[in-house]
């Protein structure tokens, strides 16, 4: 058995916000987002091999204090033929590479605005197919889930399963061997087709099931209230999913790129469109890489070439080693408006510096400016439908 | 230190239903019970030894997501003089072999009626008991506990400390050498003697205390609501329960029966008397047997022949193990209706295929038709008092 | 990655208590304290170190059942130039010995009334820096807090940041060398400045800032109300706090003494000032003695000459250890009522006998008596701002 975690403590502010931010989040145009200090995440699991190429892992979210929750939560087989591995239980559904990529690897604070709203909390009940080809070219992920966010909540209960398959094909392009993967570029692309009950409110017993036909997300920063929310979507049916992914990795230079449409089908209504995507450039200013892992089709842990560390010397000096050193810029846009669900449209622009004081430590800071509008759907009544906003952001970080 | 948990994913179906079930499940008459998936078990823990003889155990149960909760949390001594082990904390109460039985060695996904209404979540906080003879013949458990369930609270509140003793005195009547235990037979009785808080809602503040004379279960299937539910039962001072268990063995075939009765006295009222019963066969087709711990009088892990697995081998082909395959059939019985306190008198039949993958994972199936008389407690305003139903469940379970 | 816990096991009684306290308690003069079996502490958690001088630590609290918490959750370094030991994140603040003793080893079951009141739960998100000189004779540390008690709620929100600067010198006055510690002489004097928000309740959204500028705490037992209770003072804008400490070992005799201030200044109001302190006496009357950390300057582990065991022998009898076995008496004092502020005001004696079985585990008996008068803020309407009160505790516990 290994037993692993991971401890983020965040602060942040929001130094300017126009009226209609004020409003999304706190509900009343003339009070703004409060500051916050937090623990983010504080996860502590166990993972492990059984007899018979089986596998577990438990993974607990503990950050809530007493609103404990789980993430990972499965068990399954490896080496199997044809699924090679095949998960059951709580896991990651297979779109989104922001999303699939763990948070300890982010380059980011939070994760963009697209990935979120389509994807919110990512983990669900499902079984999952995972394989790649020997030469590890390609790799997918595919699998049927159901769509309730059970990690606060422990099962979902409703005579409409609101089943979804899902999958996911990804291709390492270009693998730059001589240099061990400093050079590399990823393309995937990723869907899903998902089955909404249309009549969670009126036909299920005391409120049990709730149609998953929502998208809403915070602004790549922690608040409150979620200011993209298109509300449970009137007589949706189902919906589809479209996702594209795209990397390329020059040795410190990392460009990242994804586009996803949703497509929601409704019963008496016209079916709506929504839609975002992002792009960031990172760069290492010491000279590291984000290294890639062609298994999965995910970043991977990054290694400074000198940790940080500070220590007095016999000579009474102090010697020091100075980390890795990142910067980024992040664009991104959401649009979760369209025809009577005005639920949102922005974009906004981040700047990151990342300073790794070792492969299980870092600390992030983050600037955002973000503009929304046609947000019907959560300005209070006679408030903006409108606004933009600055958030400042930092992060303490280790994973064990 | 060691670290143990175990994962149990389950979905339930509730394919046919009468109005009474529903309006016991739902409230109406007309709303069914609704499929669930949930995750049923995530436990986590430690047990250990600590210097002077004695030991620690607990247990967590995170399934619930936000509403976490402990199972086993106990200290204790190995080796006393007198008293054997002696644990001092929160652990099982010694009647109800099927409770004794660890859920991951129980044949059917959920514990007959009788057990759990009888002995809700089994756990209390209290002082035991525990011993064995040299020779095996002979296991014994006893001790004092509180009657309330803290496992989701922590503790217990009132001036009335509603106590109770109870015992289990167990013997292994018959122990095939020759074969290492694949014959036996157990025959056990076990009592307790609890008292109750006659006036648990008028003299104690703030609802702290609750009377503990109340018996309640779901119908062998995880349900949102408890169809068998005698309510708290005016005026009760106290209860006696008398319990028997049998076990039969003969390789592969094993006959389990136990029987259970509860007299409750009243102050101001009649006494009351509930009663029930189950009885299971079960084979393994695959020829294995359920072996048994004669130290504690309770089934052990079942270990299969020959693991399953499923591996692609070197010459292209793919080699398998089938696992170890059992049936068995159930028929139970309960009856919490007497007097004016009619919750329900019913029986359930059973039928359960379980595929052990290996020692530490399998998967089970299980149908249940049961129906339900003399419910006139939670039957809603105007809606029948009994009622039929038939459920399908399944589940996945490692244990670590 | 080391992994601890503890499980401590409490049983309390009320014997005797007088109008006044009954509604301190229950809101009723005429309903007294309710006894309580509960699980005090259900610790786990993880420890250990990481590459760069870094450290982690994670302490999850499981007693509450659905209500979990979190106590120590940080990261560190050690060995930094200047500041030692460095951790930031949720960790206790550097004032009151016997809050920065580990409930592990303290004396008494609960901590006095005045530690509790003027730091209660003691642990902040903050930075803070542990030193201590190379011969051991001086130890301090310091750093700056949030007010707020997060590790029920995961964080806190608002923009008044309700910041605190706090440190603690200590010094071992005295070690004897010849005996390893078994006599010495601790002194301390710690401060803090801390910040509050006057207008919590006015100006934060949602309620989503809470003034800290409250002083409340339990009778040095569980109960289900803190008896002593100041509320939100009215116009806090700021308090200070000053604290000395001393210890006086001699071999099997420990006398410890704490003395505590706390200024409160408000706007539009006359500032207030509460204080308290406590004195106790303890003994071994087996001979053993109170181990101290030089480092730190706290007390540690005791280990008994002789563990505690009773084990059956080879010839039929019976051979056994009695531990170490320790008295104490305490004298205990808090004023939380000045000016318009009547929070109460008290004193209460402890007496205490301490089982210790072996170094991890031990038995404890307290007997308390207490008087409080001045008492207007938690007394009903029409009761008696004054009342005392007798009480009986005893707690089985174990840490590894």
């Not at 500051?35 to 809530?64: H, K, S, V």
């Not at 969670?200 to 920063?221: D, H, I, K, Q, Y």
């Not at 996803?260 to 839609?275: K, L, N």
Request: hydrophobic share 35%; net charge negative; proline share 4%.
């Amino acid at each position: 058995m290994q037993l692993f975690g991971r401890l983020h403590f965040d602060a942040w502010g929001f130094p300017g916000d126009s009226p209609g931010v004020n409003g999304f989040e706190t509900g009343d145009p003339n009070v703004s987002p409060q500051d916050r200090l937090t623990i983010r995440r504080l996860r502590f699991g166990a993972e492990g091999d059984l007899p018979g190429n089986m596998l577990y892992r438990l993974d607990l979210e503990l950050a809530g204090g007493n609103e404990t929750e789980f993430r990972d939560v499965y068990l399954g087989w490896k080496e199997l033929p044809v699924f090679q591995e095949l998960l059951i239980g709580n896991q990651k559904r297979p779109y989104g590479l922001d999303h699939i990529n763990s948070s300890r690897y982010n380059v980011f604070m939070e994760r963009p605005s697209v990935i979120e709203a389509f994807n919110q909390d990512n983990r669900r009940l499902g079984i999952q197919s995972w394989g790649y080809t020997d030469d590890l070219g390609w790799n997918w992920r595919y699998g049927v889930f159901n769509q309730r966010i059970v990690q606060d909540e422990g099962g979902y209960v409703s005579d409409h399963w609101q089943p979804e398959v899902a999958g996911r094909l990804s291709n390492t392009l270009w693998w730059d061997e001589a240099s061990d993967g400093r050079g590399y570029i990823h393309l995937a692309i990723a869907g899903s087709y998902a089955n909404t009950d249309q009549n969670a409110l009126t036909e299920n017993f005391a409120g049990s099931g709730v149609s998953e036909a929502r998208f809403r997300t915070r602004p790549e920063a922690r608040t409150e209230s979620r200011w993209y929310d298109t509300g449970v979507i009137p007589g949706a049916d189902d919906y589809e999913l479209l996702a594209f992914e795209s990397v390329v990795n020059l040795g410190p230079w990392q460009l990242v790129g994804e586009q996803q449409t949703i497509w929601v089908d409704r019963i008496g209504a016209e079916p709506v469109r929504f839609h975002g995507a992002y792009a960031y450039l990172s760069y290492f200013l010491t000279g590291e890489h984000v290294p890639w892992d062609r298994e999965t089709g995910q970043l991977d842990r990054a290694h400074p070439f000198e940790n940080f560390f500070l220590v007095n010397t016999c000579n009474s000096g102090v010697a020091s080693g100075m980390g890795a050193w990142q910067v980024a810029a992040r664009w991104s846009y959401l649009d979760t408006a369209d025809g009577d669900i005005q639920g949102g449209r922005g974009d906004a622009i981040t700047a990151a510096l990342n300073w790794y004081w070792t492969p299980y430590a870092k600390w992030q800071f983050n600037y955002i400016y973000g503009d929304i509008t046609n947000n019907d759907l959560n300005a209070p009544l006679g408030a903006p439908n409108f606004g933009d906003y600055h958030i400042l952001g930092t992060r303490f970080q280790v994973d064990f």
